[in-house]
């Protein structure tokens, strides 16, 4: 039986299709990711011009389609695309921290699966945006928000105990290997094979207590890059070369 649905939704990615449509990539609470083709917005009648406003990045838009018990592709018909007055004004570096965001989603967020968590912390993140001007808390803003994503796709990493079940040491350095965990430098010889990243106790007691701490962004972002790589596979991110070092 079909059912009608209605969400917010913010556009994760858009490109042209056929002569004068869309097909759009929305991010949505209690379906996911969904993919639809929005007819005429390249026309240039000011009716297309207005819902190619509504359809940027970081603004919300209601949409609304009816769900089938039995689809046949990826694709939503929509029946509903309204604006929304839900928006972020993400300026200058903001901005660019969101299309990374919203490139995460793209590419990693499984589709058509209720995510009202990672929704909600997503808006969070373009809110926090918003708020900073500072690169150094732009990049905590993004650290916080990739173990929000990465605890959705069911990777849950340990940042409080190590391999042995021990407590993780302020003063300790550690390995941290993908699949078996963090081994203190002290407990692996010269032979070892483990392959990882290193990374300070310290700092992997203050992400546990979610502690800002700026020293600590270098290995915060080694470590969370070592972990979204066996994810993303060869492709690279390509909002990372939009960031000027």
């Known amino acids: 039986m079909a059912k009608d649905i209605e969400q917010l939704a913010f556009v994760l990615h858009r490109r042209p299709y056929r002569e004068t449509s869309l097909m759009v990539t929305f991010f949505t609470p209690d379906y996911g990711k969904q993919n639809a083709v929005i007819k005429g917005v390249r026309s240039g009648s000011k009716t ?7 359809l940027q990045p970081f603004q919300g838009v209601i949409i ?46 499984y589709p058509g699966l209720e995510s009202e968590q990672l929704f909600q912390a997503y808006q969070q993140t373009l809110y926090d945006l ?13 650290r916080q928000f990739e173990f ?25 350095t550690y390995l941290f290997h993908l699949e078996q965990g963090l081994f203190p430098r002290g407990d692996l010889n010269e032979q070892s094979s ?13 992400f546990a207590e979610r502690t800002y701490c700026e020293n600590c962004l270098k290995d915060w972002k ?9 994810h993303l596979g060869d492709k690279p991110i390509q909002t990372r070369a939009l960031f000027q070092d």
């Open 222 to 230: 080694r470590l969370f890059r070592y972990v979204l790589s066996a």
């Open 64 to 109: 609304g389609w009816r769900e089938r018990a039995h689809r046949t592709s990826d694709l939503v018909s929509l029946r509903q695309l309204e604006a929304s007055s839900v928006r972020f004004p993400l300026m200058g570096e903001s901005n660019l921290c969101g299309l990374y965001v919203n490139e995460l989603l793209y590419r990693l967020l």
């Open 148 to 172: 929000e994503l990465l605890s959705e796709l069911g990777v849950a990493f340990q940042t409080e105990t190590d391999h042995f079940h021990r407590p993780v040491q302020g003063n300790e």
């Open 194 to 206: 483990l392959q990882g990243v290193w990374v300070s106790g310290e700092c992997l007691l203050k």
């Open 130 to 142: 918003a708020s900073t001007h500072e690169r150094f808390r732009q990049a905590w803003v993004l």
């Open 48 to 54: 297309a011009q207005a819902k190619q406003a509504w």
